[in-house]
């Protein structure tokens, strides 16, 4: 062997003349910053818990011990004591090294299976004729039965979907017109007021037979005039009975002509409310 073929193999020198660090025979493990780590640091921490892994998570003694019985088949009303109370306090034993406060609840019902376990060993009281023995573990079966109807039955609501989980509450914001907006008066009601004003009319009747030529666009125009300037006028204050029914007949067919041709407007608070009559515009 040369000497030249006898001396540690070592990286090429990269372009831009940062050197890299001499290896002989050995692959990185790691690259940080993005350099080669060929070794391990000996100032790094790593926590205690920072690679503990929970494979399975339970919400309680009661759910620890029906995970216990559910996955290896046992009928829940013949629980096998000393089995499931071996797999119970190796579980125990296993959260108690981690969090002390955690494994309370649990290491009371572990005292509990061991009482049921240690009550199965003795001899059964003494009963009456025709009774059967009390069953020590009948109380924890009980227990186990309402707590697995509870958790099917939440798990069958957490299907349902959920306000603020599955879906949100739609709002639609609508602005509102400053100008009030009223309704339109029905034609029964016009033709009740209409009435009404017929029959003050012949109160004030003087049966005098007279002919009278009246002309319609002529008080087309005295509405009108008579609106100018006001904001709204009573339909009844439009028409004078001392006039006669004549003239109130031409009065009412002047209000049609200007309603249809949209230069005024009959309006109506709310139902059988007082009827008004307003312009449609505002004079110059």
Do not use: C
């Not at 069953?135 to 697995?148: I, K, M, N, Q, S």
């Not at 306000?163 to 016009?190: H, K, N, T």
């Not at 002529?218 to 439009?238: A, D, I, P, W, Y």
């Amino acid at each position: 062997m040369s000497a030249e073929s006898a001396k540690p193999h070592t990286l090429p020198e990269p372009a831009g003349g940062l050197a890299m660090p001499e290896v002989v025979d050995q692959v990185a493990l790691a690259r940080l910053y993005g350099e080669p780590l060929f070794a391990m640091p000996t100032d790094l921490y790593i926590p205690p818990d920072a690679l503990e892994v929970f494979l399975e998570a339970f919400e309680g003694p009661l759910d620890l011990l029906l995970y216990l019985i559910r996955k290896q088949n046992f009928n829940i009303l013949d629980i096998p004591m000393a089995g499931v109370t071996r797999q119970y306090l190796s579980y125990v034993d296993e959260i108690r090294q981690r969090n002390l406060e955690l494994a309370a609840e649990y290491l009371l019902m572990a005292a509990m299976l061991i009482e049921i376990k240690s009550r199965m060993l003795l001899p059964p009281k003494k009963v009456a004729e025709g009774e059967e023995a009390e069953d020590p573990r009948a109380e924890l079966v009980r227990r186990l039965l309402e707590y697995e109807q509870m958790k099917l039955a939440s798990m069958q609501l957490n299907v349902i979907p959920q306000y603020g989980r599955d879906f949100l509450q739609a709002q639609v914001y609508i602005e509102q017109s400053l100008q009030p907006r009223f309704p339109d008066v029905s034609m029964d009601e016009l033709q009740a007021a209409w009435r009404d004003i017929l029959k003050r009319a012949n109160l004030v009747q003087h049966h005098k037979i007279s002919r009278e030529e009246l002309s319609v666009r002529e008080h087309m125009t005295l509405v009108l005039k008579h609106l100018q300037g006001r904001k709204f006028v009573e339909f009844e204050n439009l028409f004078d009975p001392s006039l006669g029914t004549p003239v109130l007949v031409v009065t009412f067919i002047a209000l049609l002509e200007l309603a249809k041709e949209t230069l005024i407007e009959i309006t109506q608070a709310e139902a059988f409310a007082p009827i008004y009559v307003r312009l449609a515009y505002t004079p110059n």
